[in-house]
């Protein structure tokens, strides 16, 4: 069956630092996603990317967060001066239509600690 | 606002016995789908189950059912025969325009 990949699965990185989570999604979907989870808290919509631009971005995407699709099969979540509270799991997940009924395929997550 | 809330952070289920996990939500939205979302130790979120809206019908997958009472605004999912593979967390979520809101989860536990 067809798999969301991120990688890392685990990520550290200094406060301040810049990282950049990577996602490789279906290959022949076209809504991808990004998803936070901090430990112990709910799921969280972060952005949503179709056509090469952003359709929609929560509250929680500020200038500190951009995404982007450098070739066919990556998406990246790039967060840059990270502080401590972006420590979470992050998921991307992406979808073949943008119908309501339609579930996405989320990838197993990367924990980003930032410490 | 759209607001779901799983109240049970934790549940345990002898195997092959049945489990209920709980959900409400709260929306103003009319046309909306509610998903029943699994995240085993892989981490990977895998759907389980979806219910539309305007069904009165509740949804059925093998051994996951719901209970979808949608004045009440509740959305309840059924494991029956609970087997091992399902210790995981089960997240709640509710789907309007293209964007997911999730429960903070129940972490269920099937125990031998």
């Known amino acids: 069956e067809p798999e969301v990949t991120q990688t890392p699965s685990h990520q550290v990185t200094q406060m301040g630092q810049e990282v950049i989570l990577r996602c490789v999604p279906i290959?022949?979907?076209?809504?991808f996603y990004w998803y936070r989870q901090i430990l112990g808290q709910k799921v969280e919509f972060l952005v949503s990317?179709?056509?090469?631009?952003?359709?929609?971005k929560s509250e929680i995407f500020d200038d500190q967060f951009s995404v982007e699709r450098p070739d066919g099969s990556n998406f990246t979540l790039k967060i840059r001066s990270t502080k401590l509270e972006d420590s979470a799991m992050y998921f991307c997940?992406?979808?073949?239509?943008?119908?309501?009924?339609?579930?996405?395929?989320f990838g197993s997550g990367t924990r980003l600690t930032v410490v | 606002a759209q607001t779901v809330t799983q109240s049970q952070p934790e549940m345990s289920v002898q195997e092959a016995e049945t489990v209920t996990l709980s959900c409400t939500y709260d929306t103003s939205e009319s046309n909306y789908y509610l998903f029943w979302y699994k995240q085993p130790p892989s981490r990977q979120m895998i759907l389980v189950i979806r219910q539309e809206a305007y069904k009165q019908q509740n949804a059925t997958e093998n051994r996951f059912s719901v209970n979808f009472q949608k004045a009440a605004k509740s959305f309840s999912l059924k494991i029956s025969d609970s087997q091992l593979g399902d210790t995981a967390m089960y997240f709640c979520a509710f789907k309007a325009g293209n964007q997911f809101y999730f429960g903070t989860g129940t972490s269920l536990t099937v125990i031998p």
């Open positions: 990317f179709y056509n090469n631009e952003i359709s929609e």
């Open positions: 997940a992406s979808s073949e239509v943008s119908e309501l009924n339609y579930g996405y395929t």
């Open positions: 290959s022949n979907h076209l809504y």
